[in-house]
């Protein structure tokens, strides 16, 4: 199970990337060789995220890497989509790290923040001096974003913040939370709530089998007061927030195909060593089959997550392409994980394999950022011009 990782393409992908793109992919790719597999099986045991690591992910480029301005790298998005790629494949809870700090944190205070507040925290967080989270999804609200609770009550030199978020990556390290908030109004707006404001804590969440080295967290808000100038003032309603998570979705896409091509590589290879009736097993037919569908579901997934990175280099690409890709890749890459556990048989439940940790891992990712179903009814409208929501 030595054999190094070659990542998997079927249909010469790599023709269609620029050098720049190559190059960004095979840093990222050393880096998790390198840094990342050593250290994940016990990260994931001990349910810590390898803090240790965000300065050198920094030091790449990859915090705001999309971004322009701010000391951010200002990558186009196939070259960021490839990165996530990478990080993905050795564990979503470094995929998750960088997508919340970049896609969604960083993202919302560039689209939608105040010059001061750009220039105070986008800087320092592409540096990953600063950490961000993303508040929005709340214990009773999560498909239905607009039914949220928390309030921000203006009074007469102040917001005051109440209500809870869960399941925020990031939330317990985060130096500034991106909270979305009903006001006096009924409309949702922005607020940037910081580390060691008044009224503001968190919470750990553990026991978790999904997700285990990434920090996932509850923020609470009890009369938390915040100055006028924590709102951010572009971020004016809850089609702001649902931008943000577009972000994340088109990074989610591509990661998926890393967690895949990352069980595809061990099955493979465990497959071609692993002697039963005196031959491996990669010479039985159902075996043979198994591999030729991973290897047809990857190269799908690589051709859509690659032709939605180029529509969103040249214009802004239809919410419904996004839910399409991150829907399918994400359940192609879970189903694959599934395959290849049962390829490595009773060693795939054991975490010396990296196979049940992604299909764990892949759980929560056909979850958050929107479900399986609610991208499904998304498609579903867009297609039929009727919305099955309710």
């Not at 317990?172 to 580390?195: H, N, P, R, T």
């Not at 931008?243 to 595809?264: D, E, H, P």
């Not at 829907?327 to 192609?332: F, S």
Request: with cysteine.
């Amino acid at each position: 199970m030595d054999k190094p990782f070659q990542g998997l393409d079927y249909f010469d992908v790599d023709e269609l990337l620029s050098d720049e793109e190559k190059l960004i992919r095979d840093t990222v790719r050393q880096f998790v060789d390198e840094r990342v597999l050593p250290i994940i099986v016990d990260c994931a045991r001990n349910e810590r995220f390898a803090e240790e690591l965000v300065p050198e992910i920094a030091q790449m480029g990859l915090l705001g890497a999309p971004l322009e301005g701010y000391d951010c790298a200002g990558v186009g998005a196939v070259a960021y989509g490839l990165m996530l790629q990478e990080l993905e494949r050795g564990d979503s809870a470094l995929r998750s790290f960088v997508s919340v700090q970049s896609s969604l944190a960083m993202f919302a205070i560039h689209s939608f923040g105040s010059e001061e507040q750009k220039q105070k925290w986008l800087p320092a967080m592409a540096r990953g001096e600063k950490i961000g989270c993303f508040g929005l999804t709340e214990p009773d609200f999560g498909s239905n974003p607009s039914g949220l609770i928390t309030r921000a009550e203006q009074k007469k030199d102040h917001y005051l913040l109440n209500g809870n978020k869960m399941w925020i990556t990031n939330g317990c390290i985060a130096d500034v939370a991106v909270v979305w908030a009903k006001g006096d109004d009924g409309k949702v707006s922005g607020f940037l709530v910081e580390k060691g404001d008044e009224g503001f804590s968190t919470t750990l969440q553990k026991g978790k089998w999904s997700l285990r080295a990434s920090v996932t967290s509850e923020l609470h808000f009890a009369d938390c007061r915040l100055d006028f100038d924590r709102r951010m003032p572009e971020a004016k309603s809850l089609g702001a927030a649902l931008s943000c998570l577009n972000q994340a979705r088109y990074g989610i896409a591509w990661g998926a195909v890393g967690a895949a091509m990352a069980c595809y590589h061990e099955a493979l290879t465990y497959s071609q060593s692993r002697i039963q009736f005196d031959r491996p097993i990669a010479s039985f037919q159902i075996t043979q089959q198994k591999i030729a569908d991973m290897v047809t579901d990857i190269t799908k997934a690589q051709l859509l997550a690659l032709r939605l990175g180029r529509i969103k280099e040249t214009r802004k690409p239809r919410p419904q392409q996004v839910s399409l890709a991150k829907r399918n890749n994400v359940a192609m890459a879970l189903d694959l994980a599934r395959v290849a556990r049962e390829i490595l048989g009773a060693n795939g439940v054991t975490d010396e394999y990296c196979v049940g940790r992604h299909m764990a891992n892949l759980e929560s990712v056909k979850t958050y950022e929107g479900t399986h179903e609610i991208h499904t009814l998304i498609l579903g409208e867009d297609v039929t011009g009727i919305a099955a929501y309710s």
